[in-house]
């Protein structure tokens, strides 16, 4: 009796695992980074950089088509503070439902301004160590590679050349609050235009916001990006407008070049330039570095740089 109750349930397990579409993939960066007079922790200004990320994706469908599905994302990253290496770390979970041109995301999702189409542009560098997003310091709904993540909801319908899609977090922040965000984006040829706005309710009777609009697209061995867009901040009770350019270019088959710029407007903004090349070596290897520098305010800039080798798998 127990050796048929042992096998049945071998057998089921086995069924299950059978019938689950399981997936793993992700990618792995190393090498050198270094920033001019590092403060953080005594850290020297040069250090060894690295990460690894594995997306671990589970999906089934239903007879009618509906498509269930979840992630978590295990990942690695150097400790800028002592410049070692950290330990990895699984985040935050986060579950889907897809039918036709609707994907409904719950748990540690993405919002909606952080999936804007061309909102992080090209980013150079090894690490993306910076973007043409840089003047804007509104904190949307994201997804965490790290952590818990937040506990929303993520909507977006496609029809087409057109899209939308919206989410909503409550509790912002840890806070008595929530906030949400909403964006509409349309291809025309090799054009894309989206716009999107976020609000945030803090719980202490103000709240912030910001509008983006973002454009992006390709030419033959040239794309582009631009970005730009205008923010409340509550704590000091004024309204910012930040911009930005990023552009990619392949000289051949195996090399681009990357380039990135942005700008706040406001006194404290920081502003970031940067070049980056890419060079592939083949089989999802490549060769990736970048310089640039970052100020903010009035300060003097900053200089940033890196270089080192990048694998997907």
């Known amino acids: 009796m127990k050796k048929i109750l042992f096998a049945s349930t071998a057998l089921v ?14 990618y792995g960066r190393f090498g050198v980074g270094y920033v001019e007079d590092r403060t953080v922790g005594g850290t020297s200004d040069t250090v060894i950089v690295s990460r690894f990320r594995m997306n671990i994706d589970a999906s089934a469908e239903t007879d009618a088509g509906v498509k269930f599905s979840a992630r978590v994302r295990m990942q690695a990253d150097e400790d800028a503070a002592s410049g070692e290496a950290n330990a990895a770390g699984l985040n935050g979970a986060r579950f889907s439902v897809e039918y036709g041109g609707l994907r409904v995301d719950v748990g540690n999702v993405a919002g909606a301004i952080d999936n ?11 690490e993306n160590f910076m973007g043409q997003y840089s003047g804007a310091d509104y904190d949307f709904i994201g997804y ?8 929303g909801v993520y909507a977006r319908y496609a029809v087409g050349d057109f899209a939308v899609a919206a989410a909503y977090d409550q509790a912002a922040n840890g806070a008595d609050g929530d906030r949400f965000d909403i964006h509409a984006a349309y291809t025309f040829g090799n054009i894309t235009a989206a716009l999107a706005y976020g609000e945030t309710d803090n719980g202490a009777g103000s709240d912030y916001d910001m509008t983006v609009l973002t454009l992006g697209g390709s030419w033959g061995a040239f794309s582009g990006t631009l970005i730009v867009g205008d923010e409340s901040v509550a704590a000091v009770n004024e309204s910012d407008t930040f911009y930005g350019i990023s552009a990619a270019y392949d000289v051949s088959s195996a090399t681009t070049l ?22 592939d070596l083949g089989g999802g290897v490549s060769l990736r570095g970048g310089i640039g520098e ?4 009035n300060a003097d800039g900053q200089m940033r740089a890196d270089f080192g080798a990048q694998f997907s798998f």
């Open 13 to 26: 397990a086995t069924a299950g695992v059978a019938a689950a579409d399981v997936s793993f993939g992700g």
């Open 116 to 126: 804007l189409p061309n909102y992080y542009g090209n980013e150079p560098g090894l």
């Open 144 to 151: 965490s590679s790290g952590g818990a993540g937040v506990n």
């Open 258 to 279: 990357t380039f990135a710029y942005g700008d706040g407007s406001g006194d404290g903004d920081t502003r970031n330039i940067g070049l980056g090349v890419i060079h």
């Open 294 to 297: 970052s100020k903010t305010g």
